[in-house]
């Protein structure tokens, strides 16, 4: 068994350490290079987001409303068709607790003709909607809750807190 001399382990240590720096930055330069010219999109290629707002705080004799605005992208080069069973069916929601226990969701009150709703969504595009969601005070009270939303037939789920 040969014994090492300290500084050629040292020198050997500090080798690798240079080495294993220089790796990790040709890494990074490559990683940059492709996220800068746009060969990799960090994006979903189709993505849902929400804002909800809440206008007028709690009271136990209402009403209670939320303002939910809606935006669907296509972050890819294709378009993408848009389907649904009938005009009513563009928007859906419900809302539960944060154990997720149902606690209301969109009245039916709307009259719809069962007739399919098809469109179309131009690569890189969004398409957006705003809408008003009332809410049962005597179901609905202060605190925290889960809306479970869906457009064009995508989910999202956002966390809400009622004031």
Not at 5 to 33: C, E
Not at 56 to 74: F, I, K, M, Q
Not at 78 to 93: H, K, M, N, V
Not at 114 to 138: A, F, K, M, Q, W
Request: charged share 20%; proline share 5%; hydrophobic share 35%.
């Amino acid at each position: 068994m040969s014994e090492n001399n300290p500084r050629d382990a040292a020198s050997k240590a500090g080798s690798n350490l240079t080495r294993m720096s220089l790796v990790f930055l040709a890494m990074g330069g490559v990683i940059a290079f492709y996220i800068g010219t746009g060969r990799v999109q960090l994006n979903e290629p189709v993505e849902l987001t929400a804002s909800i707002s809440q206008p007028n705080t709690w009271t136990e004799t209402g009403p209670l409303a939320l303002e939910v605005g809606v935006t669907l992208a296509n972050n890819t080069e294709e378009p993408l068709a848009l389907e649904t069973g009938s005009q009513c069916d563009i928007f859906r929601w419900f809302l539960t607790d944060e154990d997720q226990n149902f606690v209301q969701s969109q009245r039916g009150e709307e009259t719809c003709v069962e007739v399919p709703v098809r469109g179309e969504l131009e690569g890189n595009h969004t398409i957006s909607g705003n809408y008003t969601l009332t809410l049962d005070t005597s179901r609905v009270k202060p605190g925290d809750y889960i809306l479970f939303l869906k457009y064009w037939g995508h989910e999202i789920r956002e966390p809400v807190t009622i004031d």
